[in-house]
């Protein structure tokens, strides 16, 4: 059974209306939450590309990337749960885990439920929560992973189209 059906979160996926980078988040995050996020990566066998600036790099330990000096460009790990959809983790805080994923990418039931899958196995292996917000509109989620739910959940009413 899906976490989500389309019909009923589709205008959390308007890049219209939500803007087409929401921002996706894993709150009250540590260097040894980071490195799990990593290793999660690596087991799952999911493509995976980090790079800093436009320097492609074998994926460092999270403790490297996070005590780089504060004026260094900000790395990211973009990762590709399945051939069509992207998530790209940029370390700027190790008190936060952040991401971004494309709304053009996840249309439809199919995909929702690739983008629910990705989320639930974050925060299944932080046991963590892991949110997403409007892009630009943090602090205000529409959806994430639930821990006592054990799966994606609605945290804000739908909008009317």
Request: proline share 7%; charged share 30%; aromatic share 8%.
């Amino acid at each position: 059974m899906a976490d989500l059906l389309w019909d009923d979160v589709s205008c959390f996926f308007d890049p219209d209306l939500m803007g087409s980078l929401p921002d996706l988040r894993v709150p009250d995050a540590s260097v040894e939450d980071w490195q799990a996020v990593l290793d999660l990566v690596e087991a799952r066998g999911w493509q995976r590309q980090y790079s800093e600036g436009e320097t492609v790099l074998p994926v460092p330990r999270a403790e490297t990337v996070l005590s780089r000096p504060e004026d260094a460009e900000c790395p990211n790990l973009r990762v590709w749960p399945t051939v069509d959809v992207l998530a790209i983790f940029r370390f700027h805080d190790d008190d936060e885990i952040d991401f971004d994923v494309d709304l053009r990418e996840l249309q439809g039931q199919e995909r929702l439920d690739v983008f629910c899958d990705f989320l639930r196995e974050i925060g299944r292996y932080l046991g963590k929560p892991v949110l997403m917000d409007p892009e630009g509109d943090r602090g205000h989620p529409v959806l994430g992973f639930d821990i006592e739910a054990d799966r994606v959940v609605l945290l804000a009413e739908p909008l009317v189209r």
